[in-house]
């Protein structure tokens, strides 16, 4: 028999990922994005500078700096983001959110929150989304939360 902890942790990846294939066909049949795209746009956007380094997305994404290049490179081609240079030392390049992938990264918002807001809204009173949004705040208490 699994242990409630166990249970809740695999619910909880369950839930993501039911979440996550919802998202996935509305986000490319109305945005022409996957949802790792919108969510890498999201973290550049969410950055101190407006700015990450492959480095730093991949550690964000929990990926590989490799994934990060070879996510980039297409979203490159399209215009939703671009390079920058670091001003003091030229080895290091920033990935950037251009004007059109500001904008995408604004459309898939809303189609974001409106699924979060399905999610929920039929399911549960506002107090008790306001309870879980603490308790899921504990879960990630101390995990430098860059999305929320």
Not at 5 to 30: C, H, I, K, P, W
Request: net charge neutral; with cysteine.
């Amino acid at each position: 028999m699994t242990d409630l902890y166990t249970t809740n942790a695999l619910r909880l990846l369950q839930v993501a990922d039911n979440f996550r294939d919802g998202l996935s066909g509305e986000f490319s049949a109305v945005h022409g994005i996957s949802v790792n795209e919108f969510l890498l746009l999201l973290h550049i956007k969410r950055s101190a500078s407006n700015r990450l380094s492959r480095v730093d997305l991949a550690k964000r994404m929990h990926v590989s700096a490799s994934t990060i290049t070879r996510m980039a490179a297409p979203m490159e081609k399209v215009g939703l983001v671009g390079r920058e240079v670091d001003q003091r030392d030229a080895r290091l390049i920033f990935v950037v959110a251009t004007d059109a992938g500001q904008e995408k990264l604004s459309e898939a918002l809303a189609t974001f929150s409106k699924r979060a807001s399905y999610l929920f809204s039929d399911r549960w009173e506002v107090d008790e989304v306001d309870q879980f949004a603490s308790m899921l705040g504990r879960l990630i208490g101390g995990t430098c939360d860059t999305l929320a």
